[in-house]
């Protein structure tokens, strides 16, 4: 009896671990979907800027951005800070690539430059308690969402190039192209990365994407030519070669 009493003692220690450790994996699940699907609404807010009203888009989408950091990415951070939060990657992982891309979304449509792992993990910081360990986006769900920012880059391009902005279309192309090519260099190398190297395959359909879109305004650039009746140079229409004029 005295043997089974030592051995029920530190069992049911590991009983309660682990029951804990589920509970914190659903809240955390719970958290990362609503960190994914408010992250979406940012992107979808930056698809809806033009040329006409970018900067108002942009601010809305900023402060978008700052609810989602202040409500839905700071229960993650109270759930993990300070715990071995590696054990409970695959939970909050989906979260967290789908905020570095909206984050480096819109900071790109803002000011053309990628936003760096290490600015992102600066906004997380005044979430986190200064006694305990803070919670950092790691460096692979970094390059995951940084994967997946091409996809949008691939539609705003399409849509830049609608609205005539082919400056712009062009510098998302070397945008994309960069990201690619760099990322082409590190991929190989690193461990644990069938993820990557799965998102690696849609990110070079997107690049070609773009690259084929603007080629195909420059090589036929006498098709976009402004709207017929319309006093805006800025307005095109693509396809009005059969129109007789």
């Given at each position: ?125 005044p979430l986190n308690d200064p006694s305990l360990q803070p919670l950092q986006i790691n460096i692979l769900d970094y390059l995951l969402g940084l994967a997946d920012l091409t996809g949008e880059l691939m539609r705003l391009a399409i ?6 902005e082919l400056e712009f279309a062009q510098k998302i192309c070397r945008f994309a192209r960069d990201i690619y090519r760099e990322l082409t260099l590190v991929v190989p190398h690193m461990d644990d990365s069938h993820d990557m190297k ?48």
């Amino acid at each position: 009896m005295a043997t089974e009493s030592a051995m029920k003692a530190p069992f049911t220690k590991y009983v309660e671990y682990l029951n804990d450790l589920n509970e914190k994996r659903e809240r955390v699940v719970k958290a990362s979907r609503d960190v994914t699907m408010n992250s979406k609404k940012v992107i979808f807010q930056v698809h809806r800027m033009s040329k006409y009203n970018k900067e108002e888009v942009l601010e809305k989408a900023e402060k978008d951005l700052a609810a989602v950091t202040d409500q839905y990415v700071s229960r993650l951070v109270k759930e993990l800070q300070g715990t071995d939060f590696w054990k409970l990657r695959r939970a909050y992982s989906p979260g967290i690539q789908e905020y570095v891309e909206a984050a480096t979304f819109c900071g790109f449509c803002k000011n053309g430059t990628l936003l760096t792992l290490d600015e992102i993990n600066n906004t997380l910081l005044p979430l986190n308690d200064p006694s305990l360990q803070p919670l950092q986006i790691n460096i692979l769900d970094y390059l995951l969402g940084l994967a997946d920012l091409t996809g949008e880059l691939m539609r705003l391009a399409i849509g830049r190039i609608s609205d005539g902005e082919l400056e712009f279309a062009q510098k998302i192309c070397r945008f994309a192209r960069d990201i690619y090519r760099e990322l082409t260099l590190v991929v190989p190398h690193m461990d644990d990365s069938h993820d990557m190297k799965t998102k690696m395959e849609t990110m070079l359909q997107s690049v070609m994407k773009i690259e084929n879109a603007c080629f195909s305004v420059h090589v036929r650039g006498s098709e976009y030519i402004p709207l017929l009746g319309s006093d805006d140079p800025g307005s095109f229409l693509v396809g009005v070669a059969d129109i007789e004029l």
